[in-house]
């Protein structure tokens, strides 16, 4: 018999002791860790108790900071911080966190709309607040070093390289060449045939027209070659679309932190799969586009930075040429044509304001053009004609004062600084100065704030008696208008842009009356440009100019009596 099994009960008892000393321990170490938890949690817990008490925003959470009420408000995200805003009173600025962590700075959010608050930024402390390593790492891949993303030297050489060229009158002839052919090849055709559509219910996406319109003149302004996305058909352009999904993509990359597209990016998944080949389909074309230029210069920007020098005194390189070439690109292509979007959807609904810049154009036209109107729609208006058309600005600007382009805008904090206000900004966070938010203050503009109101823009020169004549006159606080941003890094191509909304605005009113399709609900993009999320369709008509301009008021002087001393203005429809 084999008693090996049978233990010894010395042997029994040490076992016994020995399974009861490991769960012992086993059970210390489970109080100690969740002991340790606890403190964790608890010093947590203070530290978020701290930190919260200093924000003056929205509702915090641990962890998740105010990123619920940020997903609560997804479809109002810019009248969300409107809201915040407003709620702080004269302040117009508060703290708030995305991430609360210790040591993570980068989840801390200053956001303003006080105009003093965006003049230090933009301004006084310029260098204090770049766009730095979070935005320029994101955008790297599609605009490597330039302009839109550079700061330091490397933007202050290719500032002052530009700003040289932004102000040359040929830029400026070159910007009106490029809208009014693709206006009078193109645009007139879709929208005639639109309008003279047997069955008179046809409908255009007028946003869709309008960003290919702009697509193909700053291409036209940038390289010299028009892609004609515009065209009756509406083509699909290979460039075209590798550009916007590229875009897109690197977007993405601005909504998490940058931890998530980098491993995306080194698996080549989703998102940066489809930038990388779309920056493919770029970059071939762009070589191209070049190489053509190199051999064949004419008078684009690409052209012009081709003859300048760098720093060191050497020719710019193809691919820095590139670099430029798709910053200006990225600059000048959405912006106008979501302005115009916004602009057009509010003359449909203040027809009183439409015929005020129909009379101002016709007036302009009838000295120029005679009073034949029939020979005001031959040509879009020539440079001279555009800038006297002060109300059209006012119009324009007033749009940009409730729809700004780009909404919000953002800047990292170098070193720890206090803000004029007093609200103190901490190394490494974010200040984001809600553009949106500051033409809706009324604080800054006004009980009447949130009516559409061109006159706030106007003066009369002179006496004001008759005769004066009517000025666009910028407010004088540039800090509290900041649509086409402000400080050294002020937008190179505002006059550009109001040329070419001028331009595309007078050329669509003069021939056609807009209506609203009937049920199309116009609503915000959230997005870093201001679109419309699905579009703006719109019936087509063609447009009676006796009728319409007789219906309005044809006496310049005249009407800017009538509206500087009477506040007729009514509060437009907010967009759903
Ligand atoms: C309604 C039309 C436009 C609006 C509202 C607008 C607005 C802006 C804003 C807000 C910025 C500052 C962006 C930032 O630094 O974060 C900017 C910069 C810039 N814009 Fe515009 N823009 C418009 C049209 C254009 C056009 C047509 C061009 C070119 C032809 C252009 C060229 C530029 C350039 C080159 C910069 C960079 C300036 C710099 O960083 O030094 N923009 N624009």
């Known amino acids: 018999m084999d008693y090996k099994w049978i233990l010894h009960p010395c042997t029994l008892l040490q076992n016994l002791a020995c399974r009861f000393l490991k769960e012992i321990e086993m059970e210390i170490a489970g109080l100690f860790a969740a002991a340790f938890i ?12 701290l930190l919260s008490r200093r924000l003056t925003g929205p509702n915090v ?27 702080t009173g004269p302040a117009t600025t508060y703290q708030t966190s995305v991430l609360p962590l210790p040591f993570v700075r980068q989840g801390l959010v200053t956001v303003t709309a006080n105009p003093r608050n965006m003049e230090h930024v933009l301004r006084a402390r310029f260098e204090n607040y ?27 050489l290719q500032r002052k390289t530009a700003a040289l060229e932004f102000t040359t009158r040929t830029l400026r002839l070159a910007m009106a060449r490029w809208a009014n052919r693709s206006i009078k090849t193109r645009l007139w ?58 875009t897109e993509a690197t977007l993405q990359r601005l909504l998490f932190p940058g931890v998530f597209w980098r491993i995306k990016k080194a698996l080549n998944l989703g998102s940066e799969r489809n930038l990388r080949l779309s920056l493919k389909v770029v970059d071939r074309y762009m ?10 210069p004419s008078d684009d920007l690409l052209s012009r930075f081709m003859k300048k020098r760098d720093g060191n005194g050497n020719v710019f390189s193809a691919s820095v040429l590139q670099w430029i070439a798709l910053n200006f690109l990225l600059a000048g292509r959405d912006t106008s044509s979501v302005a115009l979007s916004w602009f057009f959807w509010t003359l449909m609904q203040r027809r009183d304001i439409e015929r005020k810049v129909l009379a101002e154009i016709a007036s302009v036209l009838r000295e120029t053009r005679g009073p034949d109107a029939s020979r005001w729609v031959e040509d879009p208006l020539e440079f001279d004609e555009l800038e006297r058309l002060v109300y059209l600005k006012a119009a324009l600007a007033e749009t940009l004062r ?8 953002s800047k990292y904090v170098v070193a720890d600084d206090v803000l004029p206000d007093g609200t103190v900004v901490r190394a490494g966070s974010t200040i984001t100065y809600s553009i949106y938010s500051a033409g809706r203050m009324e604080s800054i503009w006004g009980d009447d704030c949130l009516n559409f109101k061109p006159e706030r823009w106007l003066k009369l020169a002179g006496d004001g008696k008759k005769g004066a004549r009517l000025c666009f006159e910028p407010n004088m606080d540039k800090y509290r208008f900041v649509a086409f941003n402000a400080g050294p890094r002020t937008c190179l191509g505002k006059d550009l842009a109001y040329l070419q909304m001028k331009t595309i605005a007078s050329a669509v009113l003069l021939r056609h009356r807009l209506e609203l399709v009937p049920g199309h609900r116009v609503q915000q993009k959230m997005s870093l440009t201001l679109f ?5 369709h719109v019936h087509v008509r063609p447009r009676n100019l006796n009728f319409d301009i007789d219906g309005g008021v044809g006496n310049l002087t005249e009407f800017c009596h009538v509206t500087t001393n009477a506040d007729s203005t009514v509060p437009i429809a907010a967009a759903a």
């Open 402 to 409: 409730l729809y700004p382009s780009v909404p919000e805008d």
């Open 189 to 246: 055709r879709i929208l005639a045939d639109t309008s003279n559509a047997a069955s008179m219910c046809s409908v255009v996406d007028l946003q869709d027209l309008l960003l290919r319109l702009t697509f193909d003149n700053i291409c036209g302004l940038t390289f010299g070659k028009d892609p004609e996305t515009l065209s009756p058909d509406l083509p699909d352009n290979p460039f075209a679309r590798a550009f916007d999904t590229a």
């Open 61 to 87: 959470w641990p962890l998740v900071g105010s990123l619920p009420g940020l997903i609560a408000n997804r479809n109002r995200i810019h009248d969300w911080i409107a809201d915040n805003l407003k709620s």
């Open 38 to 49: 606890l403190v964790v949690a608890f010093a947590y817990l203070v530290w978020f108790w």
């Open 130 to 156: 770049p766009k730095g390593p979070i935005w320029q790492s994101a955008f790297h891949d599609l605009l490597g070093l330039g302009i839109f993303n550079s700061d330091g030297d490397t933007w202050l």
């Open 532 to 536: 419309m999320k699905n579009g703006l």
């Open 287 to 296: 070589t191209e586009t070049i190489s053509v230029r190199t051999n064949n």
